[in-house]
């Protein structure tokens, strides 16, 4: 019977066994390499808002100025949805979209709206919504603009935060690469990162607040805009106080809409009557500002429906903005986003400013009397603190004690009109003697020489009456410019009156009847009786026109300074000096009528 052999002991089988294992081992190999070079790659697990795939854009995390230093490759960048980002602290509640990386809602807590039934808004949505919204990149280019300000960036949190906190927005397309980053405190201030790299080159595209605030309601809020900035290097002065004057104010009318500003300045921005955004630059130098100016349409007043643009229910308003970065690469700077609330802004430290004092004080403008009127707003600060706890009282109690210091120089006023009076039937004997001749006839000259010799016989000096109304009138301003600008009497309240920052026409109309008493009780020296019965009741009209639409604080003041003067001037026209003026008065009154 033939032998069979066992297939495994076949002479040269573990060689044939071993030439199939390395042949399939190569197959294998081969086959790997053909499907990953020819066959689609399975589909990777994605981030649900963010999208990769490769560009040759640089990295979004590290941009640089030239694009000599710019990475050939990156990932692409974009949210797929639109997201929001809430930011709080006990000022303020700050809400972002991711659309933009901008802000749609800058609530702050301590302040409320016009309305007064909710805190304030301090983006103003209709601005924003045609000019732009707050912490929006702007650019020279409209198109770019746009991009950046409709472009869906990757947030690095969402939903709520409390501060301190950071967020950052990326964005990376194929020709655009984009990193804001924003940290936050307790205090007003934010720092502010921005870099904007396009088609591999650094490009200025600074920070903005583009349209106006949202307390700004009536025409007369927007007229309040303007733009400030510091520049430590100012050799300008002031108009009457002659001290350098370090922050330059923009008014409305002169403010081009994309015109830039380079530094160095230590910090600029827009603001209005009561609050601001302040940008303050790491490195003063490099900084430039482009100021922004638009146009809109609003109602005459607030809540109305107009019918349409051009109606007479509306009115055309000017919209303020600014935008603040670094002209020479990425911007590093912080902003100050709130009140121009004295307290607040003394507390900002701005270690650049080494000619004037180191914080943002500068932005409140107490005006060319500033030198008097910080020092009368601290004064009533202090009463409100420490007596009486409400600004309208505060007022009451300054006003009373200013108007009683100043008692003296009208004291001195009246008699330096007495002793006109006294002397006026001689000067008018002297300007007749002298009537015929011309004013160029040297003869002429001698009149004046007369009458001097007159006033110095009687010891009268001309100017004595007007001399204390001079001493006077700079209180008088420093006091009005004092009241214009505090915040603080703001939706404040005092007897009927509920904003002191507001018009109200009982009090024009109570100055008005005031003014017309005073102007009877006082005596007036040279003046005409015929005169003194017009001047009664033109001034107190003009006046009255004057302060009718002008805040209830600045009426109050005024209207109460009339009613002490009422009863100084009863006082003072019982004394022997008064009798004498008014005895005068009465005979000239009589010589008229003959």
């Known amino acids: 019977m033939a032998d069979y ?27 790997q390499a053909l499907l990953k070079k020819y066959m689609p ?19 979004p995390s590290a941009p640089t100025a030239t694009a000599a230093h710019v990475s050939s490759t990156t990932i692409t960048k974009q949210a797929s949805t639109e997201s929001e980002t809430v930011i709080e602290n006990d000022l303020y509640k700050i809400t972002f979209t991711n659309r933009g990386a901008q802000v749609k809602s800058w609530i702050l807590k301590k302040f409320d709206n016009d309305a007064q039934n909710g805190p304030l808004e301090l983006v103003h949505s209709a601005a924003a919504q ?17 991009r950046l300000s409709s472009a869906l960036y990757v947030a690095s949190n969402e939903g709520n935060l409390t501060a301190p906190a950071t967020i950052t927005f990326e964005y990376a397309d194929q020709d655009l690469v984009i990193r804001k980053t924003f940290r936050f405190d307790h205090t007003y201030v934010l720092n502010v990162e921005t870099s904007v790299v396009y088609k591999g080159t650094e490009i200025f595209a600074p920070p903005a607040w583009p349209a106006g605030f949202g307390d700004q309601v009536t025409p007369a809020s927007y007229a309040a805009a303007g733009i400030d900035y510091h520049n430590d ?24 809409g994309g015109n830039t500003i380079k530094g160095p300045f230590e910090w600029a921005g827009t603001g209005d009557q009561y609050f601001t955004a302040i940008f303050i630059p790491n490195d003063p130098a490099s900084a430039a500002m482009v100021t922004l100016h638009n146009s809109m349409e609003i109602p005459q007043k607030p809540g109305l429906n107009p019918i349409g643009a051009g109606s007479k229910d509306t009115a055309n308003v000017d919209l303020l903005g600014a935008a603040v970065g670094n002209l020479r690469g990425p911007t590093t700077e912080r902003m100050y986003v709130g009140p121009k609330e004295l307290a607040v802004l003394d507390a900002v430290p701005v270690p650049t400013i080494k000619n004037d ?19 009368l707003f601290l004064w009533l600060k202090w009463t409100y603190n420490h007596i009486v706890h409400n600004w309208g009282w505060a007022i009451v ?105 507001a018009a109200d026409w009982v009090l024009p109309l109570l100055m008005v009847v005031s003014m017309v008493v005073m102007q009877r009780m006082t005596p007036q020296a040279g003046m005409d009786p015929a005169q003194q019965k017009m001047m009664t009741v033109m001034m107190p009209l003009m006046m009255g026109f004057i302060f009718f639409k002008l805040a209830a604080g600045l009426n109050l003041y005024y209207t109460e300074s009339n009613l002490i003067s009422i009863a100084q001037q009863a006082v003072m026209n019982r004394t022997k000096l008064g009798r004498e003026m008014r005895e005068m008065m009465e005979k000239r009154a009589r010589k008229k009528e003959k």
């Open 5 to 31: 052999q066992n297939p495994q002991q076949e002479p040269g089988s573990e060689r044939r066994l071993l030439i199939v294992v390395v042949l399939t081992f190569v197959v294998l190999i081969a086959s």
């Open 41 to 59: 790659p399975p589909p990777e697990p994605q981030n649900k808002s963010v999208q990769t795939q490769p560009t040759t854009t640089p990295p």
């Open 397 to 501: 109690i300054q006003t009373f004690i200013i108007t009683v210091l100043l008692l003296p120089l009208r004291i001195t006023q009246m008699k330096s009109m007495l002793k006109m009076q006294r002397i006026q039937p001689q000067i008018k004997n002297i300007q007749e003697k002298y009537k015929k001749y011309t004013l160029r006839d040297p003869r002429k000259a001698k009149m004046q020489e007369e009458i001097s010799a007159l006033y110095k016989t009687e010891g009268v000096n001309p100017a004595g009456g007007c001399l204390p109304l001079l001493i006077q009138f700079p209180f008088l301003i420093a006091y009005y410019r004092m009241l214009g600008v505090a915040l603080e009497l703001r939706h404040a309240h005092w007897l009927w009156i509920t904003d002191l920052s």
């Open 233 to 256: 290097a100012s050799t300008e002065r002031s108009g009457y106080i002659f001290f350098p004057t370090y922050v330059t104010r923009l008014g409305v009318k002169a403010i081009s």
């Open 130 to 146: 045609k000019f732009g919204f707050p912490l929006s990149l702007w650019t020279y280019d409209e198109t770019l603009r746009n």
């Open 357 to 375: 004092s180191p914080d943002l004080r500068g932005i409140v403008n107490f005006g060319w009397w500033g030198i008097l009127s910080r020092p």
